[in-house]
Every structure is written in C-alpha cells, then in structure tokens.
C-alpha cells in the first residue's frame, strides 16, 4: 500500500499547494492521501486564522483531486507545535507496512535533514518534492523523488500581505479560496471594505501606498511585514471624521491623550492617530500593542519609538501618493538608515507645519530635539 502525507498551514491555499498535491496524486499511485492542516507550525507563528478555516480551504481547493483524500485533524487533536517526525510516525502506526510518501516543495529539501528526529523521517518515508523554478538544491543522502511538472513559486505570506496592502485577490490564489476569503473576509478584506465606505478615494489610495512603503521597511529592517501591512492600511481610519467628530469620539471613548485640551483647541484633526488606533482596537478586535502603538503614533511620533513606531511614521511621509520631491527624500533616506528616515520624515513634517502656520504639539517638539540630539 502506498500512503502519501501532505501537510502545511494553507494559510491561505494557493495554485502552488494544488499542483503539487495533483503531480504527486498522478505519479506516486497513492492508495490513501493524508492532508494534515497545521495547528501550528515550528517554523511559523500561530496563525491568526482558525484552524477550522484554514481546514475548510483545503477541503475546498484540494479535496476535488482525489476521493482517496482524507483531511485528518490529527495535529489540531494535539493542540500544539506538531513536528513532521510525530505526524509521520501517526500514520506509521496506522500503516505498519506501507510505502510512505512525505510531500514537500523542494525549497525545503535543503532543510530536511535539520529537522527534529530527520533521521526517523528518512527511515520512514520517502521524500517526494516538486521543484520550483529558481530554487537549487544539492543531491541528499537520502531517498526521495522529483515530480515532474511546473510549480508556481508563491507564497501564503506573501499572499496574506498582498492582500492587507491592497485589498485584491491574488490570481495566485485557488478559486474555491478565492470564494471563501471573500464570503468571511479574511485576509483584511473586512478592513479594506470598511476603509472603501467610509475614506474618501484619495485617502484610500494614501493608506495602501504606506502599506507598501512599510512592508519594504519592514523587510529592510527585520520587522514583521503583516504587522506593518496592517498597522498601514489603518494608520488614518479616523480620517473619515471631522474635528469636531474626533474630539466628542475622544472624548466619549475615554482616549488618553497627552495635552488633550490644547490639541483640540489648536489642532484637533492630531486626534485622528488616537482615534485610529482606537477603531483598530474596537472594530476590528486587533489586540496587537505592536501594532497599535504603531497606529497611535505615527503622526507625531514620541521619545524612544519602537521599531515599528518608526517605521510606520516614516512610511506615512515616504508612499508615492505625497509630493514627489518630499516623498522622494524620505523614502532614500529611510534606506540609509532607520534614524536617517526619521530625520527626513521630522523635516518634511516640521517645515510643512512652519509653513502653513499650523500649532507645533509638544511631542513633536520633543521627538526632533531627541533625533538631533542623537545625531550629533
């Protein structure tokens, strides 16, 4: 007997996943097909997407290609990290006998043999890998396969992120998922429906370009992107409210904030950063502080920002939406260096404020002091 094992977060499916699974199912003559959903997996974060969801949009997208396919909520049951060598040696009891076959892409081939227990997986299985283009690999010292067909090099991250920053289904992505997503609006696609009915076309158009200046921040500089991505694209959802709208939804929602009363007094349209974030929070359930305090204080920043403070601060003044000279300036020098962006985004910020006589808030007072200070 011939048993295959397919296992990954599809998180969510993509065309990859499916062409893989359907070379394999053609060419290795599996009598049974183990699809294992990852509760969580070693090598990734818990996934924000339940795994009852993400079980669906692999039975959906991929149980169509065989009706040999079982989707075993093995790794779920465990409620924990489940390494292959354990899902593997499940099946292994199951099937004392058989011919196993573990199914991978071949990016992870060069991997395998670092994995926990790897040399249990090799006594067991046999390794079957479908090559993507531009991914090299050297010969193993073990047994495995090479399935012929194209697959797609995509990426579920990739994909997630995609989808934060612009709100779009990627035509990497399978159909059926493609339905799903848009049925639970998933991936941000809530968000990015919330932000198309209540900002005005321009000001969408602004939070998805500093989506994009913050992922390539974020990739620059070590954060994480899908934090970044969706700190971005709610950055200014409080947009849509006028001052007078900020001030009462301050007020009545209890938001600290420092020198409230000379904000409002003098620049209450400052609330909206506040605001934002307490939407983030409230609306859209993120429990991120991260993410958050990015939000919070992207407009007029504070003394020792975080990572991800910065970065959303400087790529509110970097996207290509804003004056081309200005946005130019800050995007080279966030390249440079973090600290390098912060200055430029302070100077753009500072002589626009001189300029069109609009109050200096203490904070921002004191954050330009702090970053000169640090350069000399």
Same mark, same amino acid.
């Given at each position: 007997?011939?048993?295959?094992?397919?296992?990954?977060?599809?998180?969510?499916? &993509?065309?990859?996943?499916?062409?893989?699974?359907?070379?394999?199912?053609?060419?290795?003559?599996?009598?049974?097909?183990?699809?294992?959903?990852?509760?969580?997996?070693?090598?990734?974060?818990?996934?924000?997407?339940?795994? %009852?969801?993400?079980?669906?949009?692999?039975?959906?997208?991929?149980?169509?290609?065989?009706?040999?396919?079982? #989707?075993?909520?093995? *790794?779920?049951?465990?409620?924990?990290?489940?390494?292959?060598?354990?899902?593997?040696?499940?099946?292994?009891? $199951?099937?004392?006998?058989?011919?196993?076959?573990?199914?991978? @892409?071949?990016?992870?081939?060069?991997?395998?043999?670092?994995?926990?227990?790897?040399?249990?997986?090799?006594?067991?299985?046999?390794?079957?890998?479908?090559?993507?283009? @531009?991914?090299?690999?050297?010969?193993?010292?073990?047994?495995?396969?090479?399935?012929?067909?194209?697959?797609?090099?995509?990426?579920?991250?990739?994909?997630?992120?995609?989808?934060?920053?612009?709100?779009?289904?990627?035509?990497?992505?399978?159909? %059926?998922? *493609?339905?799903?997503?848009?049925?639970?609006?998933?991936?941000?696609?809530?968000? &990015?429906?919330? $932000?198309?009915?209540?900002?005005?076309?321009?000001?969408?158009?602004?939070?998805?370009?500093?989506?994009?200046?913050?992922?390539?921040?974020?990739?620059?500089?070590?954060?994480?992107?899908?934090?970044?991505?969706?700190?971005?694209?709610?950055?200014?959802?409080?947009?849509?409210?006028?001052?007078?709208?900020?001030?009462?939804?301050?007020?009545?929602?209890?938001?600290?904030?420092?020198?409230?009363?000379?904000?409002?007094?003098?620049?209450?349209?400052?609330?909206?950063?506040?605001?934002? /974030?307490?939407?983030?929070?409230?609306?859209?359930?993120?429990?991120?502080?991260?993410?958050?305090? /990015?939000?919070?204080?992207?407009?007029?920043?504070? $003394?020792?920002?975080?990572? %991800?403070?910065?970065?959303? #601060?400087?790529?509110?003044? /970097?996207?290509?939406?804003?004056?081309?000279?200005?946005?130019? #300036?800050?995007?080279?020098?966030?390249?440079?260096?973090?600290?390098?962006?912060?200055?430029?985004?302070?100077?753009?910020?500072?002589?626009?404020?001189?300029?069109?006589?609009?109050?200096?808030?203490?904070?921002?007072? *004191?954050?330009?002091?702090?970053?000169?200070?640090?350069?000399?």
């Amino acid at each position: 007997m011939n048993i295959l094992i397919y296992g990954g977060s599809f998180d969510p499916v &993509h065309k990859g996943h499916y062409a893989l699974l359907k070379s394999a199912i053609k060419q290795l003559a599996a009598d049974k097909i183990y699809i294992f959903t990852a509760y969580q997996s070693p090598f990734k974060q818990k996934s924000k997407t339940s795994f %009852e969801l993400r079980q669906q949009m692999a039975r959906e997208a991929l149980g169509n290609l065989s009706q040999n396919i079982i #989707f075993d909520d093995y *790794e779920q049951k465990a409620g924990r990290i489940t390494y292959t060598c354990e899902t593997l040696a499940y099946v292994r009891k $199951l099937y004392p006998d058989a011919k196993i076959y573990l199914l991978v @892409g071949a990016d992870c081939l060069n991997d395998l043999p670092r994995w926990k227990n790897s040399d249990y997986i090799f006594r067991n299985s046999i390794i079957a890998a479908g090559k993507r283009k @531009g991914v090299d690999f050297q010969t193993k010292d073990f047994e495995y396969v090479l399935l012929k067909g194209s697959f797609p090099r995509v990426s579920s991250t990739q994909l997630r992120i995609a989808m934060l920053c612009n709100g779009l289904m990627p035509t990497s992505l399978c159909p %059926e998922t *493609e339905t799903r997503i848009e049925r639970d609006k998933m991936y941000g696609m809530d968000i &990015h429906s919330w $932000l198309q009915n209540n900002l005005k076309p321009n000001r969408y158009l602004h939070v998805k370009m500093v989506a994009q200046a913050a992922v390539e921040l974020a990739n620059i500089y070590n954060a994480n992107p899908e934090q970044m991505a969706l700190a971005a694209i709610l950055h200014d959802a409080a947009k849509c409210m006028s001052s007078l709208e900020l001030v009462r939804y301050a007020a009545d929602n209890k938001i600290q904030v420092r020198d409230f009363d000379d904000v409002c007094k003098f620049s209450p349209s400052l609330l909206h950063a506040e605001v934002s /974030a307490h939407i983030a929070k409230n609306v859209f359930g993120i429990n991120d502080e991260n993410v958050l305090n /990015a939000i919070k204080n992207h407009t007029l920043g504070r $003394l020792n920002m975080s990572l %991800e403070e910065k970065i959303i #601060f400087i790529s509110d003044m /970097a996207s290509k939406d804003r004056r081309r000279r200005d946005s130019n #300036f800050v995007h080279q020098a966030s390249l440079k260096s973090l600290d390098e962006g912060m200055f430029a985004a302070m100077v753009v910020k500072l002589l626009f404020t001189i300029e069109t006589g609009k109050w200096l808030a203490p904070r921002g007072i *004191e954050l330009w002091n702090e970053i000169i200070s640090k350069r000399k």
